[in-house]
Structures are given as structure tokens and as C-alpha cells.
């Protein structure tokens, strides 16, 4: 009990303004066309290896290793491999992996029918080839790495009968030993040359040890989260199909090792010295390209679906950037997605997604520059973006340096708070939960129901739905005026429903807003009510923000705002903030006047071209998307604001007295729902995809716990099922500190939503 005190007695203290503290992020400096091959017009990138020691960098495309400087970024040969271009039984083609022995400034390259090239590092030049199996028996490769301490080169190879570890001695020139290690795929190996251990991922079966000195597995690691019910496969259709394991990286220094997985943005950290996971955490979603800086302890974690690049302190495991990284920047009035340098302009164009993504990272732990490969096409007169070789096929190579950016200042003694999942309650009232608000004197969760036209009171003690109360056509948002126990939402037709919380029913539902721009109709994007004033400001992102009077339940002024993502209130002032989906900044309105006074800058990255927008998983017509500003939330006492970006992942803190931006930190794209619980100062971010709850310390913006409910995502723990979870809004219990996640539920067909309970602590 007197620890909790403590809490919250530095929960009321004055928060932590620490300017000088700062976080690890990166900035593209180059982008770097690769040259045409001499033997193939692919367009992809598989690997990017940097010698420390020279500084150079080897990029592996289809049919040659091209040669950078790491100083000058600058491209110093491209070496052809014809080897890349011969294809393997299958008919694959082109160079896999490559590897750089340090000591003997060695590149070794592996080409997808089983041959590796041997090029001098000093004179860029192929000094030999040799292949441990006969390449009329390869039926595919994948991962390769090398030990420059013993002189081995570990790779992965096919044939008809499975994959094996093929370890070969490049001193004696043999093979030294032949290593099986599981049927199922396994693609990526990294080595700790200090303690001579290769780990070996494999995508079901975890991560396999093996002691280079006699080149046997001594131990294999469970990775990432399993698959719910236990057993499950990608191939069926599960609960949750676990971590499918990919890239691995180690840390020499720390005797760390590191896996990523591809389906759920899983980071597991793994002791070397004990081979127990230590650590389990999730970031951007579609991941299999990892790279680490051991000097500065960062871990480097790509997201190809959304060209992003998580930035991770090694140390605390914890996200302090979300940088973009395809493609951008680039001239204006170039349209950028997924695309390649047109050597004809001086911009990029557009090509359909599948056509280019990030494909291999590394990093030079010297200068810690970071090398992304990125593949694409160009799409012009004479090519067909539905083509994968055409004659105008590029890839190239960006650039980054590390950077640092301002944060809220940690407070070295607070300690991060913690959550924990309580409970689930089945809403029986309907479906297509999307917004809630809690009702602090009545001690009532009321949740509104798009799919069902209704909401659900629900009592939180029991989880029971105590009414269900109809109101207008797909509400969107939610209000309550406490003092009178009224309850507001906004609505998909545009109309406002007004409800007696006591008696729970329908009081009247007007129309507020007719305006509907373009295809989609009304965008609801908030409701919030003015203690003070009694007005309600309704939110349309499409046009407009209505102040309202719901007692004469007419609009009483307008004000235009085509790019509103959503809107909350600090009842202390009385000003209303308004965050602007694709300009990356937020409105300040006076309450008493209903005026803009004051536009916060530097919230949210804005779009290129103003006002473009990319659709989740689409081509993007935009030549830079933006921060996708959503969610505001309000921490009264301390008078601070906190904004979601639903592209980059962000939640920025803002200074409420002077609208500045305190700092910002990074979760994951996608997120939904922001909620503040303003007895304990804690931030509250939800994500739909993941699904998880992440918990911040808004004094400090220190992350605390996650959250995860993916291997809840089904009522029955044996019954297979899919896509079964949608996360939407977070709401908060003041008086208990009690969290209530809203379950859309899966919306094809639609099903009852849920309320996920969380238990809320403080440090311990």
C-alpha cells in the first residue's frame, strides 16, 4: 500500500520538461540508382553486406554485386556473376545472399542454383566459383553467412530430398560438415564470431543454435508468440498461426540475438549466453528486413507492406522513431509509390505494389549509416507494370544516418506503469462497437454500436449490458453530459441522438449535418460536449465541425474543415482540439467563440502533394503520405494533449499552455484508439491490427506494458477461426483505473463485438 502512495503523489507532481533529453531516430541522406545489369533486367534487391573495416558496401542484385563507398555513397564497380543468371531445377534465378569475410577481405556470393562466387574485396574482381552440392540437384537456396574467425561459410541449400546447413571450410575447400536441422523452411542465419554460435531461423520450429566449433545443433529457442491453438500452421485456418520466424541478427557486443516475425511484427530478444528469451515485444507489422548498430545499440526493423522503418533502443527495447523510408523524398508533381528512378525524367512514377518493396538492410557499426535496398520498376512508354522483366527495371539503394530527436524528459526515478488483461464481456446488444465514453457519476459504459443503430449500457462490475438503447443510422462517435446524465451521438446519416442515461432511452434525434462530399457520404470523425457552454462540436471529416446546441437541437455555426480526423475538449479552458488528418497539425478553438485561434505545427508529417491520401495496403498516389493525424485526447490537470497518427504510429505530447509539441514516440501503424486516464496520468493507445494495447506514462512518455490479445481473439480456445478481431476505441475508468478496449469484431459477416477489461497499475 505505500508503494501505490508514492505513486500517486508523483503522479500530482509537476511533470517532467528534461528539453536536452533526446531519442535515437535516422534521415534518408542518398538515394542511390543502381546501374543496369549486365545479364538481366530483374528489378530486386536481396542482400546488402558492408565491410566495417573498408567501408565498402555489396549490394547483391540479379546478376551482379555492385560496389559502394560508405563515405562517399558513391558507386565504385558493378561486378557481373554469371553465375546469378544460370537457374537452378526449378527455374530460379539470380543471387540470394551474400557474405564478407573481414579478415581475408572476401565477398562471397550465393546464386540461387547452389554456385558461390568468390570475389577479392581489394580489386573487385571474381576470383572463382565453386558449389558444395552438383547444381543440377538445387532446387532452391537461402540464407548464407560467414565466420571470418574459423574460415566457414554457413548456407542454406535444397534439393530433392530437403534442406541441409551446408558448412564449408573456404581454407581446405570442402565441405566440412552437412547439418539438417528441420523440414520445415528456414531462410536466415547469423553468426557470433566472439562465441562462435550460427542461429539458424526457422519459421515454425524457433531458433536453432549451433556451435561452430563442431558444427552440431546444442539447442533450439521458442520464438515470437506460439500459434493459438497449439500446433496450428499458416497453411490452416487458426486461431493465430504464432510468429512466422525470420530474420536474425546479434549483437557481438551483448552476446544478444534478435528475430523478427514476419506476420505479427514480433522483435524476441534472446540471451546468447543462456539461449532464454528475455524479451518480446511488437512493432510494425509486415517485418522480415532487420539490421543492428551495436555501437549505438539500435535496432533497425523494416515494415515492406508500408516502406517504414521501425528505430528500436537496443537496451530498453523500446521504439523511439517510425521513419519513412520508400520512396521520398523526390520532386514535387511526381507521383511515388512503389516505383524506380526513371532515367529518362527526373522523378519517379507510379507501379503496382507487388512490382517493388524494401528487400535487405544492413548497417556499417563504424559510421552507422544505414544501407536499404529497395526494388522496383519503372513504368513508362513501352513497359506493362503488370511485367517483371521489362527493359526499364531498376532497384537502388537509400541511405540513412542517425539522427536524434527530442522527447519528453524521462524522470530517472518514475517507473513505468503496467497493464494487465482483467476480463472480456460479450456485448449481446449487437454489433460494429466502434466508440465508447464512461459515465463517471452513474458508473455506466455506454458503447456505440454502427452495425447494430443502438447503444449498449454496459455495467462495469459485471460486464452486463443493463439496456440497449436505439438511436440514428450507423453512430460513429459518442458524448456524455455527466451533470444532466445525457448521453449524444453523431451519426452516420448525419443526425445527433440525444438519450437519457437514467431511463435508458431515446429523448430526440435531429439532423445536424446534410453535408455529404463525394462518394463516402458523412465521415463522423468525434463528438465531444462544453461542460461550460452545454454546445456539442461534431466533427465531419469531410467537411466541416458543427457547433450544436442540443437543446433547441439546431447547428449554430459551421467552420470548414475538409482534413478533421478527430476532436476533444479540455473542460478546464474550454478549447476544443481538432487534429488534421493530412496536414500534420492540430486547430485550437475557443470555446466562447467558436473561432480558430492557434494552429499547432510539427504534430504530424503532411502529405505531398497537400491533401493526398494512401488507403491502408494500396498503391500510393501520394508522393509522400502523411502522419494520418486521428485520435486527441486531453490530460486536464496537467494540461496536456496527446494526437495519434494512425499512418506512422506517433503519439505526440503537446504542451496545452503554450501549444508546443513536447516530443513524440512511436508504437505502430494502424492505431485506433487514444484514451487518458487523468487520475494516474496514463496514456492509453490501441491497435486493430495487432491487436494490442500499449500503456504510456504521460508525465514522462515512457512506455510501460503491451498488452497483446492475439490468442484471444476467438471464445472458443479449439475452434479454428480468423480475422475475428477489429480494436476500436479505448475508454478509461477514472475512479478505478479500469480500461475498456472496444471489439469491433470481424465485419464480414458481422459479428457481436466485445469489450476487452484491462487492469491498469502504477510502477511496482
Not at 479454428?720 to 480500461?739: E, H, I, R, Y
Request: with cysteine.
Amino acid at each position: 500500500m505505500a508503494a501505490w502512495g508514492c505513486f500517486v503523489v508523483a503522479a500530482l507532481a509537476a511533470p517532467v520538461r528534461a528539453e536536452d533529453a533526446k531519442a535515437p531516430s535516422a534521415e534518408v541522406v542518398s538515394i542511390v540508382p543502381m546501374s543496369p545489369e549486365p545479364y538481366s533486367t530483374n528489378v530486386g534487391i536481396d542482400d546488402v553486406q558492408v565491410n566495417a573495416k573498408t567501408g565498402r558496401v555489396y549490394v547483391s542484385n540479379t546478376s551482379a554485386i555492385t560496389v559502394l563507398d560508405g563515405d562517399t555513397d558513391t558507386i565504385i564497380k558493378v561486378i557481373p556473376i554469371p553465375a546469378g543468371t544460370a537457374p537452378n531445377v526449378n527455374g530460379y534465378y539470380g543471387i540470394y545472399q551474400s557474405c564478407v569475410d573481414d579478415r581475408t577481405n572476401t565477398v562471397y556470393s550465393l546464386s540461387e542454383n547452389g554456385v558461390v562466387t568468390v570475389i577479392d574485396g581489394a580489386t573487385n574482381s571474381v576470383t572463382g566459383t565453386f558449389a558444395p552440392w552438383p547444381t543440377n540437384t538445387i532446387t532452391n537456396v537461402d540464407g548464407m553467412v560467414c565466420n571470418p574467425e574459423t574460415g566457414k561459410l554457413y548456407m542454406i541449400l535444397y534439393n530433392n530430398q530437403g534442406n541441409r546447413i551446408v558448412v564449408w571450410d573456404t581454407r581446405k575447400q570442402a565441405i566440412a560438415a552437412t547439418i539438417f536441422v528441420t523440414s520445415n523452411p528456414h531462410e536466415w542465419m547469423a553468426v557470433n564470431r566472439k562465441t562462435n554460435r550460427i542461429y539458424a531461423q526457422t519459421i515454425y520450429d524457433g531458433l536453432v543454435v549451433i556451435d561452430g566449433a563442431t558444427d552440431t545443433v546444442i539447442d533450439r529457442i521458442v520464438a515470437g508468440q506460439g500459434p493459438q491453438p497449439p500446433g496450428c500452421l499458416a497453411t490452416n485456418n487458426c486461431v493465430s498461426q504464432g510468429s512466422w520466424l525470420d530474420q536474425v541478427a546479434v549483437d557481438e557486443n551483448t552476446n544478444r540475438v534478435y528475430v523478427v516475425g514476419i506476420n505479427d511484427g514480433s522483435l524476441t530478444t534472446i540471451d546468447g549466453a543462456t539461449d532464454k528469451v528475455i524479451g518480446l515485444d511488437f512493432f510494425n507489422w509486415f517485418t522480415y528486413v532487420l539490421a543492428l548498430d551495436p555501437v549505438r545499440k539500435r535496432i533497425y526493423q523494416f515494415d515492406v507492406s508500408f516502406d517504414t522503418m521501425a528505430v528500436i533502443d537496443s537496451v530498453s527495447g523500446k521504439r523511439t522513431a517510425n521513419v519513412g523510408v520508400g520512396p521520398g523524398p523526390f520532386p514535387l508533381g511526381c507521383n511515388a509509390g512503389w516505383v524506380v528512378l526513371n532515367p529518362n525524367a527526373s522523378c519517379l512514377v507510379t507501379v503496382s505494389a507487388s512490382l517493388g518493396s524494401i528487400g535487405a538492410a544492413a548497417v556499417n557499426p563504424v559510421n552507422g549509416k544505414i544501407y536499404v535496398g529497395y526494388g522496383g520498376q519503372y513504368v513508362g512508354p513501352g513497359s506493362s507494370p503488370f511485367l517483371s522483366n521489362v527493359p526499364n527495371a531498376y532497384s537502388y539503394l537509400y541511405v540513412l544516418k542517425p539522427t536524434e530527436t527530442k522527447l519528453p524528459g524521462d524522470a530517472d526515478d518514475a517507473r513505468p506503469p503496467r497493464a494487465a488483461l482483467a476480463g472480456t464481456a460479450t456485448l449481446a446488444a449487437g454489433a460494429g462497437a466502434i466508440d465508447a465514453a464512461f459515465d463517471a457519476r452513474a458508473n455506466k459504459l455506454y458503447i456505440a454500436n454502427s452495425g447494430a443503430n443502438s447503444v449498449s449500457a454496459l455495467d462495469p462490475l459485471t460486464g452486463a449490458v443493463t439496456a440497449t438503447i436505439p438511436v440514428g443510422a450507423s453512430p460513429r462517435a459518442i458524448a456524455i453530459n455527466e451533470s444532466a446524465n445525457t448521453l449524444y451521438t453523431y451519426n452516420g446519416d448525419g443526425s445527433v441522438s440525444v438519450l437519457d442515461g437514467a431511463h435508458g432511452s431515446r429523448l430526440a434525434n435531429f439532423t445536424a449535418d446534410a453535408v455529404a462530399t463525394g462518394v463516402l457520404g458523412l465521415n463522423p470523425q468525434g463528438l465531444v460536449h462544453s461542460r461550460r457552454t452545454g454546445k456539442l462540436y461534431a466533427v465531419n471529416g469531410f467537411s466541416q465541425i458543427d457547433v450544436i446546441d442540443p437543446v433547441s437541437q439546431r447547428v449554430l455555426k459551421s467552420i470548414p474543415d475538409p482534413d478533421a480526423g478527430g476532436v476533444a475538449i479540455n473542460q478546464r479552458t474550454n478549447m476544443i482540439y481538432v487534429s488534421q488528418f493530412s496536414e500534420g497539425t492540430v486547430w485550437v478553438i475557443d470555446g466562447a467563440t467558436d473561432r480558430k485561434i492557434g494552429v499547432i505545427g510539427g504534430v504530424g508529417q503532411p502529405a505531398l502533394p497537400a491533401g493526398c491520401y494512401q488507403s491502408a495496403g494500396g498503391p500510393n498516389s501520394c508522393l509522400q503520405m502523411s502522419s494520418g493525424l486521428t485520435k486527441v485526447a486531453i490530460d486536464e490537470e496537467l494540461n496536456r494533449v496527446y494526437v495519434l497518427g494512425q499512418n506512422d504510429g506517433r503519439v505526440v505530447t503537446i504542451d496545452g499552455e503554450r501549444n508546443v509539441v513536447l516530443g513524440m514516440d512511436y508504437v505502430q501503424p494502424d492505431d485506433y484508439g487514444l484514451a487518458v486516464d487523468p487520475r494516474r496520468h496514463n496514456v492509453f493507445v490501441s491497435n486493430f491490427v495487432t491487436p494490442a494495447l500499449w500503456l504510456f506514462d504521460g508525465r514522462t512518455g515512457r512506455l510501460g506494458s503491451t498488452v497483446n490479445f492475439n490468442s484471444r481473439l476467438c471464445d472458443t480456445a479449439q475452434t479454428p477461426c480468423f480475422d475475428q478481431v477489429d480494436l476500436k476505441s479505448v475508454t478509461v475508468n477514472p475512479a478505478t483505473g479500469q480500461v475498456f478496449v472496444l471489439d469491433q469484431g470481424d465485419l464480414n459477416p458481422q459479428t457481436t463485438s466485445r469489450v476487452f477489461v484491462v487492469d491498469a497499475k502504477g510502477g511496482l
